[in-house]
């Protein structure tokens, strides 16, 4: 079975350009999240997608964030502008419903 | 708020001695409750769960222990392999909802 696909691995960007992240989900997976991970801390999530509806976005930094869950499948997430402290790794994981979350390796970004 | 707390930074343990790792969480409501190893460069995989109705879960060598009165929950892994060295992320989730983590507990086993 194929894992949580995320690209790109790595990205560095200057302060105040944007950037953004795709997840293709583990197929049959209902739900999809996005988490940050800033160094030496544990997964925050940004968002949770059930099928392409929102469940909670509640700690998206919605300004500069968004989110997008097309037909319920692939993902993107993109940061305009981007500040210093958006650096950290970006994961995407999925879930059947009820399920535990199976996690990409995620996208390192580094903001200059 | 952290509703999940690994106060533990890091553990160094000898090969072939118990690993005991740590998780307090304040949320009542959660009811749903895994660890996590992490490698560098790699994203979290997931190790072992229990629910709430449960008070201990295990699989080979590794062992959750519950215990809700006291919002506390323990992962024992017995014995220690240089090949657990990792760090170790403890998750709630209250049902239907995504995952809180703590910061991690960094395990180093040394030969």
């Known amino acids: 079975e194929a894992g949580v696909a995320q690209s790109p691995r790595y990205k560095i960007i200057e302060k105040r350009q944007s950037v953004a992240f795709w997840c293709n989900p583990i197929?049959?997976?209902?739900?999809l999240y996005w988490y940050q991970q800033i160094l030496g801390q544990g997964p925050k999530l940004l968002i949770q997608?059930?099928?392409?509806?929102?469940?909670?976005d509640s700690q998206l930094p919605k300004d500069r964030f968004s989110a997008e869950r097309l037909k319920g499948v692939d993902s993107t997430l993109k940061i305009q502008p981007a500040k210093l402290e958006d650096s950290a790794v970006y994961l995407c994981a999925s879930s059947s419903i009820g399920g535990e979350a199976f996690f990409g390796q995620g996208t390192r970004l580094t903001v200059v | 708020d952290q509703q999940v707390k690994q106060n533990s930074p890091s553990l160094s343990v000898q090969e072939g001695r118990i690993s005991i790792l740590n998780c307090d969480y304040t949320n009542s409501m959660f009811d749903y409750f895994l660890w996590y190893k992490k490698y560098p460069a790699e994203g979290p995989t997931f190790l072992i769960s229990i629910s709430s109705i449960k008070d201990k879960n295990e699989d080979g060598r590794f062992t959750v222990f519950l215990n809700k009165s006291a919002k506390h929950l323990s992962l024992h892994i017995v014995p220690s392999q240089p090949g657990d060295s990792a760090v170790y992320f403890c998750a709630a989730s209250e049902a239907g909802y995504a995952l809180n983590f703590g910061k991690g507990t960094s395990l180093l086993v040394t030969p």
């Open positions: 197929s049959g997976h209902a739900t």
């Open positions: 997608f059930q099928n392409n509806g929102v469940v909670d």
